[in-house]
């Protein structure tokens, strides 16, 4: 018998995050890379609504553009936590609507971020319980960014970015622009050119040097809106690109600091302010539902 599902229908933060450095340390046999790199998390990013079911039906009620439900990740997410539970959870289902305003390709985490909070949120709707090492194992097979945010804690991480240490960056303003251009993972870490051989430090290390990231070189060369974007940002504030772009940020003291730039910006900039966060608000989300549910 399928357990007792929790039927509300529920409102559920998907975060961006920052890569605030990022360095390539070498090409791995398989392809990838492995990467040293310092996730935090945004105060701003997509919402989830979902509602729990229990015919076996997973139905996005809010379909990409040419993407397919099958290929969604918020579907494959759903269901590779599905296929992991007792049979018992066979006909567990659900309604799930995304309001979307993370930009794909933009570096900011958006389609990982909501691949974990629809994994987080179901465990708690379909009465799961699974640890979050769990679900986070579970995450790393739809990609290398969802177990960061499963976990929820600003992190540390290296490998291909599954290996995660908690990490306690300061909490800066950030006004976060993108370029209007999307950038394809593939084309970053596919080019010759990409510095592959950062040297591995200590975290400790790496907070003492002025934080860089490996693949922006790339990007503001294969992408002149990119390079345009940062070198007017940086005239303002220390600036970098995110991940493998397409967003940048520049960071700074206050809030007011940074709207007043983006205040400035020229028409064709697309932005927003957000301030730094360690501890995922999609985290802080499910720690508020627990206690109204006790």
Known sequence: MMPDILRATLRWPAPAKLNLFLYVTGR???????????????????????????DGQIRLLTPLPGVADESNLVVRAARLLRGALPAEFARAGA???????????????????????VMLALNTLWRAGLSDETLAGLGL????DVPVFIKGYAAFAE?????????????????????????????????PALKRD????TLSELLRIPFANDCEPVARKRFREVEELLSWLLEYAPSRLTGTGAC?????????????VLSNAPERVQGFVARGVNTSPLHLARSALSGALQ
Do not use: C
């Open 28 to 54: 791995r046999p398989d392809g990838y890379h492995n990467l040293q790199t310092l996730f935090q998390f945004l105060d701003y990013g997509d919402t989830l609504t979902i509602t729990a079911r229990d």
């Open 198 to 201: 950062s040297p591995v430090r």
């Open 95 to 117: 309604d799930i609507a995304v309001d979307k305003i993370l930009p794909m390709g933009g570096g900011l985490g958006g389609g990982s971020s909501d691949a974990a909070t």
């Open 141 to 144: 097979k739809l990609g290398a």
């Open 159 to 191: 490998g291909v970015g599954e290996m995660l240490h908690p990490a306690h960056p300061e909490e800066k303003w950030y006004l976060v622009a993108h370029p209007g251009v999307s950038i394809a993972t593939p084309d970053i870490f596919g080019d």
């Open 248 to 260: 940048v940020f520049a960071e700074f003291d206050t809030e007011s600091a940074a709207r007043q």
